[in-house]
């Protein structure tokens, strides 16, 4: 274990003085790998070099340093293989440079006991002075891979990190002269942009395994990144209103040569008026196009803005010759059906045949989301739009019928090596048409007899509201997380139920869950029958009062914003 460093000094988390993993950057390192924190096998210095069964560690004694423990043994054997990149190249460093060190001393070292943990919000004056301390960033750095929420914090990447896992910041940091680094540029000619890509921290996989292939996909893309190939430059934007007759029409004959064509709508949700009327193709489907660098651009039409005298009437001829004529593919095309049909006269049957991103993505891989940021996040060639809504609504839509370009030669990809899923999409496809006239007929309700079972709901999650605020001695609301947490863990003591996929502490349904069977064992049937007097009956054999108060409220709560209000809204 190595002692801290004269610049540890000041540190809020200076503890003992011992503990100390400094960065590890080669000369000449092309790709610099942010990570959290070193662990205990960084601390002590034990490189993970295989196992024995499945978990038993065979280690090697090494200097301490940055990624040799299980998820440096990962990272060197699995992930940083698919970027090309020569170990040699990447350099190495954390957040932190130490472990968070407890109050208790271990009776065996003689030393305070130390964990993994980061720091809270409140308790970032640790991450500030390792920082200004120690993170460098030398001229040859080509990019930044944050791992982890707290390396993509530190570098300014906005927030969640999962929105742009797999994806670039919107801006670069800068590196000055010394190596140190800043948001912006400071001066022209002594700062250099370096780029930062967003990935998972390896050490989540643990717990969120679902995650392996999208990972694998990022470090495809890091390869990618570094030798110019990623990402790609947008294709032009043409405004179908103003656009010369022989252009729309020159358009409309290139996108007939293509494979398919996809479409997007923008439209007011409530109303479902449609505002941007959005058409792409695959660049590499018509190369030819006149005047644009071998870049077929994205058509866009501005439904009720100002345009030539008869451009709607035209481009809505040419947009139905074009659909009958050309598959076209969605995503979530049930979404932009109703739109089309108002705006455009368009319906299922005007269409040679329609393929939908969102629903092969959920045959083909059902345990992962299936949003087009999501998908696009693995396979699009352009970088993040969806941040755009609002900000710039013609590149916003450009993103989105580009992603959906992407996103669908991935499926086709997919579906070769998957012909069973083929066939139960396209069965699932023959339905959709059959949905969507069942979701706009609707359903037949008796109001008149849900209005009493709302009533009666309402009740009960008054009834879970009122016990509780009798049992806090305040009115605690149950539907806030942090207030929950604060009685349940902080005032209560409680054992901290964390999230399987954030690590955070939470109160969400499962941790209530196993919160009350401490107290009183859990009844199978308990969804069934969650009323008052069954809650009044679990109190008084020993259940804890604000977790049974939380179940009578939550469930009470869900039946009538999932089931009940559903049925009668819009009735009155």
């Known amino acids: 274990m190595l002692p801290?460093?004269?610049?540890?000094?000041?540190?809020?988390?200076?503890?003992?003085?011992?503990?100390?993993?400094?960065?590890?950057i080669p000369e000449g390192a092309k790709l610099l790998v942010l990570l959290q924190n070193p662990g205990k096998n960084e601390e002590e210095g034990r490189r993970v070099v295989g196992y024995e069964g499945a978990k038993h560690q065979v280690t090697e004694p090494c200097?301490?340093?940055?990624?040799?423990?299980?998820?440096?043994?990962?990272?060197?054997?699995?992930?940083?293989?698919?970027?090309?990149?020569?170990?040699?190249?990447?350099?190495?460093?954390?957040?932190?440079?130490?472990?968070?060190?407890?109050?208790?001393?271990?009776?065996?070292?003689?030393?305070?006991?130390?964990?993994?943990?980061?720091?809270?919000?409140?308790?970032?004056?640790?991450?500030?002075?390792?920082?200004?301390?120690?993170?460098?960033?030398?001229?040859?750095?080509?990019?930044?891979?944050?791992?982890?929420?707290?390396?993509?914090?530190?570098?300014?990447?906005?927030?969640?990190?999962?929105?742009?896992?797999?994806?670039?910041?919107?801006?670069?940091?800068?590196?000055?002269?010394?190596?140190?680094?800043?948001?912006?540029?400071?001066?022209?000619?002594?700062?250099?942009?370096?780029?930062?890509?967003?990935?998972?921290?390896?050490?989540?996989?643990?717990?969120?395994?679902?995650?392996?292939?999208?990972?694998?996909?990022?470090?495809?893309?890091?390869?990618?990144?570094?030798?110019?190939?990623?990402?790609?430059?947008?294709?032009?934007?043409?405004?179908?209103?103003?656009?010369?007759?022989?252009?729309?029409?020159?358009?409309?004959?290139?996108?007939?040569?293509?494979?398919?064509?996809?479409?997007?709508?923008?439209?007011?949700r409530d109303t479902k008026a449609l505002s941007l009327l959005g058409l792409a193709i695959p660049e590499e489907a018509a190369p030819f196009f006149v005047g644009y660098s071998n870049k077929t651009p994205v058509l866009q039409y501005h439904w009720y803005e100002h345009s030539s005298p008869g451009r709607r009437d035209d481009f809505t001829h040419l947009l139905t010759l074009l659909v009958g004529r050309v598959p076209c593919v969605f995503q979530n095309v049930l979404a932009d059906m109703p739109v089309l049909q108002r705006a455009c006269g368009l319906d299922w049957s005007s269409f040679t045949r329609i393929e939908d991103t969102m629903q092969?993505?959920?045959?083909?891989?059902?345990?992962?989301?299936?949003?087009?940021?999501?998908?696009?996040?693995?396979?699009?060639?352009?970088?993040?739009?969806?941040?755009?809504?609002?900000?710039?609504?013609?590149?916003?839509?450009?993103?989105?019928?580009?992603?959906?370009?992407?996103?669908?030669?991935?499926?086709?990809?997919?579906?070769?090596?998957?012909?069973?899923?083929?066939?139960?999409?396209?069965?699932?496809?023959?339905?959709?048409?059959?949905?969507?006239?069942?979701?706009?007929?609707?359903?037949?309700?008796?109001?008149?007899k849900v209005l009493p079972a709302i009533a009666k709901y309402q009740a009960r999650a008054v009834e879970g509201e009122r016990m509780a605020h009798a049992y806090c001695g305040w009115p605690i609301n149950l539907r806030s997380d942090e207030q929950m947490k604060h009685v349940l863990y902080e005032l209560e003591g409680m054992p901290v139920q964390k999230h399987p996929e954030s690590r955070l502490p939470t109160t969400n349904a499962d941790a209530i869950a196993t919160l009350r069977q401490r107290f009183y064992p859990l009844d199978p049937r308990d969804d069934e029958s969650i009323t008052p007097a069954y809650v009044l009956d679990r109190i008084a054999q020993g259940a804890h009062p604000l977790l049974e108060a939380h179940v009578l409220h939550a469930h009470a709560d869900h039946v009538m914003s999932h089931y009940l209000l559903p049925l009668v809204k819009g009735a009155e």
């Not at 809020?12 to 590890?24: E, K």
């Not at 916003?396 to 998957?418: I, K, P």
Request: a negative charge; proline letters at 9%.
């Open 360 to 448: 092969a993505h959920a045959v083909l891989w059902c345990e992962l989301p299936h949003t087009l940021e999501f998908q696009a996040s693995m396979d699009s060639r352009y970088n993040k739009t969806k941040h755009l809504m609002g900000v710039d609504i013609e590149r916003y839509n450009a993103g989105d019928l580009m992603d959906t370009v992407c996103a669908w030669q991935a499926r086709l990809d997919d579906f070769s090596r998957d012909t069973l899923s083929r066939g139960v999409y396209n069965t699932q496809m023959l339905l959709l048409p059959h949905l969507d006239r069942a979701m706009s007929v609707g359903i037949a309700v008796d109001a008149e």
């Open 63 to 268: 200097p301490p340093q940055p990624l040799i423990g299980p998820t440096g043994f990962a990272f060197y054997q699995t992930f940083l293989p698919l970027s090309g990149v020569d170990p040699s190249e990447v350099g190495l460093a954390n957040v932190l440079r130490c472990r968070r060190q407890l109050d208790e001393v271990d009776p065996a070292t003689g030393m305070r006991k130390r964990t993994n943990d980061m720091p809270s919000k409140d308790e970032r004056g640790a991450i500030e002075h390792c920082t200004r301390a120690y993170l460098r960033v030398p001229d040859s750095v080509q990019l930044i891979v944050a791992q982890g929420a707290h390396a993509w914090r530190l570098l300014g990447g906005p927030q969640p990190l999962d929105d742009w896992r797999g994806y670039l910041a919107p801006d670069p940091v800068y590196a000055q002269k010394d190596g140190t680094i800043t948001p912006r540029m400071a001066d022209e000619d002594e700062a250099n942009p370096v780029p930062v890509f967003a990935t998972l921290h390896l050490a989540d996989l643990n717990h969120r395994p679902k995650m392996d292939l999208p990972t694998r996909k990022d470090f495809l893309k890091i390869g990618r990144i570094l030798e110019s190939r990623w990402p790609w430059v947008w294709p032009p934007i043409l405004n179908a209103n103003t656009l010369h007759e022989d252009n729309l029409e020159e358009w409309f004959i290139a996108a007939e040569a293509a494979p398919f064509v996809v479409i997007d709508t923008e439209y007011d």
């Open 4 to 24: 801290k460093p004269d610049a540890c000094s000041g540190c809020p988390w200076y503890g003992d003085g011992q503990g100390y993993v400094p960065d590890l």
